[in-house]
């Protein structure tokens, strides 16, 4: 059984910083894509950022570029997102995501989110 458990939400202040995990369990973790996303009360999911299976690549979404960074441990199973320089708009639920494509199939999970409060 695959799980995907996040730790390391809470309340920050605006301009503060938060480091969050992902466990992964049940899977080939050095397999998978592992992206974060968050969501908002009242709004989409939206994709915040990505790093490859091997760590060769990471992407971000433009709102968090310069601030956000993703990182990995294949070692440990975990997945990493330090948020550096937060704003009251980054306040909202993050999910982990673990994403593989496997002869033309695709695997996909999801944690049970984290909250990230960014108030004063």
């Known amino acids: 059984q695959v799980q995907l458990v996040e730790s390391g939400g809470g309340l920050v202040q605006p301009g503060g910083s938060l480091r969050l995990s992902c466990a992964a369990s049940?899977?080939?973790?050095?397999?998978?894509?592992m992206s974060w996303y968050r969501q908002a009360e009242g709004k989409e999911r939206e994709l915040v950022a990505v790093?490859?299976?091997?760590?060769?690549?990471?992407n971000y979404a433009d709102f968090v570029k310069g601030r956000f960074t993703i990182s990995r441990d294949n070692a440990k199973n975990t997945v990493y997102l330090q948020m550096n320089s937060l704003k009251p708009e980054d306040t909202a639920v993050y999910y982990c995501?673990?994403?593989?494509?496997?002869?033309?199939?695709?695997?996909?999970?999801w944690g049970q989110g984290t909250q990230v409060t960014v108030s004063s």
């Open positions: 049940g899977l080939t973790f050095s397999s998978y894509h």
């Open positions: 995501n673990a994403l593989r494509i496997r002869f033309e199939k695709e695997y996909k999970y």
């Open positions: 790093i490859t299976s091997d760590s060769g690549s990471t």
